[in-house]
């Protein structure tokens, strides 16, 4: 039977970025009292919650603390010990589940959990020894990618190997991480890319499940630079991809919002590249172009509320904002105001650096998206014109 958290509670939410901070801003707008578990007392969530709880990994008092103000505890980030999360959860639950995000925080358990779910995923091979990674180089052939099974994000843990005599220079730190046994990789067969997309999907506790449709997305050097709503994919390739991020979503039980990413390579083929167990970064245009964000349907699923409308009142394209942009000075943030049409979000972080996301644009568009796509690239290169 569902729970149903209603305003006045507390919701407390583990992790101080700006997906907390947007979390934060949503869950006060809806009479909800904000506690986080930060890191850093000035954090970007921290910097709008009613609470703040600074938590250096090891004081589990600070942890009794935090769960025994909160009524429901989340998270916007996957970088969390399960024994932080068993322990909180002594005291409060905590959604989505410890045993959904242990899943989706290790690239090698994710792969395996969707190729026993007979999902489509670049063939892959997971190693933990120096003989493995030999044997699998020879099976999955080159080009690919190894990738460390923990802590990636933004490509981070990844190396691109294109032939033998490259590997045997760029693997020379990796086997000797194999012969401690200090970590576990993945490697993955390359595959040449026409198109990413995502689905930003929401499931609640009675297993009421909405998603925003497909969206497209491009990154540059492995951080995502923009997103556009209304993908331009056949209806039945955009209802296989839905399809898949409901079958996923089911399976894990899921509660909250959730992003499964897809590759779609330039011969047609569709792989689900990961699953993000948490509100993401090609959802942001959601806040601004949906009835309902991403951002509520989150408080809703975990709160045991029913789930809002995702119907989109505009066409929509998402830019990040990284701090290359302030590398010589402020960015000329009157472009940004000389439409009605685009949304400046900034996370209030205190020091820009580069391809660290400081911020994103919207900009709506009532034709397409990319007519959206087009001005939302010119405002972002206009604010670094001096």
Known sequence: MAHHIFPGST????????????????AKANGYYVCVLSEHANSPAAQVADKVFVFDGKDLEVLAHFAKRCHIVTFEFEHILQDHLEFITQYVPIYPSPEALFLTQNRAREKTFLKNHHLPIVPFEIIETEEELTKALSVIGFPCVLKTADFGYDGRGQIKLLSNEQALFLLIPVYAQLKKRNQTY???????????????????????????????NLHMEHVLDY????????????????????????????????????????????????????????????????????????????CGLPLGAVEYHHHAAMVNLLGDLWQYASPQWMHVYQ????????YGKNKAEEKRKMGHLTVLSSASSKEALTRALTVRAQLSLR
């Open 11 to 26: 919701l407390g939410i583990i992790g101080g970025g700006q997906l907390g901070r947007m979390l934060t801003l949503e």
């Open 186 to 216: 993945v490697l993955e067969r390359f595959v040449a890319l026409q198109t990413e997309v995502s689905v930003v999907a929401a499931r609640g506790l009675t297993g009421e499940y909405r998603d925003y449709d497909v969206i497209e």
């Open 227 to 302: 997103s556009c709503s209304h993908s331009r994919l056949p209806i039945n390739v955009k209802t296989s991809l839905r399809d898949m991020t409901y079958q996923i979503a089911c399976a894990l039980n899921f509660v909250g919002v959730l992003c499964v990413e897809f590759f779609i390579t330039s011969d047609g083929h569709v792989f689900i590249n990961e699953i993000a167990p948490r509100p993401h970064n090609s959802g942001h245009l959601t806040i601004d172009a949906c009835v309902c964000s991403q951002f509520e349907q989150q408080l809703r699923a975990v």
């Open 339 to 346: 439409s009605p049409l685009i949304k400046l979000h900034l």
